[in-house]
């Protein structure tokens, strides 16, 4: 069962049909050596400072550091163009936010062409993985 999500509507989204959010994962198709999987450990430091903070949770201890998966569901129409945005199992909002914009600002023009006449929901995840250690 998916947690509670925060879902971006993007301003320049066209007009969806009735898509509810999937609440299977296992059920929505991933998106194959999607940019977002490989670049997002660079926003690890990031994401950090929003747990530092002690508002976050979720991130779970790996060989002495902190690692957060965090899976995404993307509506996108036919064409590749990103719809929305649906962060899963976060645990933090500001996290939620944060990776939803920077999706937003630098990897909106890297989903697949579904070719579908109807917006489809596909998945993928962005990790972290940060050190507290002097």
Known sequence: MMTPVLS???AAATPQAAQPMPQDLSEVPEIPDWLGRKNSPQWSEDVA????????SGAVNRQGSQYLEMDML???????KLMKI?????SCPGVEKFVSNRILSSL??????????EPVWMRSQVRFLWSDAP
């Open 8 to 10: 971006l509507m993007l």
């Open 49 to 56: 400072k929003l747990y530092r903070r002690g508002a976050c």
């Open 74 to 80: 993307f509506l996108l129409s036919g064409d590749g």
């Open 86 to 90: 649906a962060p899963v199992n976060a």
């Open 108 to 117: 909106g023009r890297s989903f697949p062409k579904t070719g579908s006449a």
